[in-house]
């Protein structure tokens, strides 16, 4: 059973760092494109970064790009998403994905003002 297992998520104030890991299990994704995903309340999930198998990213959403940095460990079958200057409206539950298919339970990252 493939399992997609986020952490990392927490209270943060603003203008703090929070870093996020999924790790998967079940089946290996080194070969696999993987990204995060985030979805707002009230609002349509939305790609917030993905990078290649080969470990390069290859999308940041405007609203995150100088921000957040998205790596992975292949070795761990795990991706990471560092998210630095923190702002309210990063205020989300944010999901991890996997070959564009398989997704995670999500982690809840609140930002205050």
């Known amino acids: 059973q493939v399992q997609l297992v986020e952490s990392g998520g927490g209270l943060v104030q603003a203008g703090g760092s929070l870093r996020l890991s999924c790790a998967a299990s079940g089946r290996t994704f080194t070969l696999s494109d993987m990204g995060w995903y985030r979805q707002a309340p009230g609002k349509e999930r939305e790609k917030v970064a993905t990078i290649t198998w080969r470990g390069a990213p290859s999308y940041y959403a405007d609203s995150v790009k100088g921000r957040f940095a998205i790596s992975r460990d292949n070795a761990k079958d795990s991706v990471y998403l560092q998210m630095n200057d923190l702002k309210p409206e990063d205020t989300a539950v944010y999901y991890c994905?996997?070959?564009?298919?398989?997704w995670g339970k999500g982690t809840l990252v609140t930002v205050s003002s």
């Open positions: 994905n996997a070959a564009g298919f398989y």
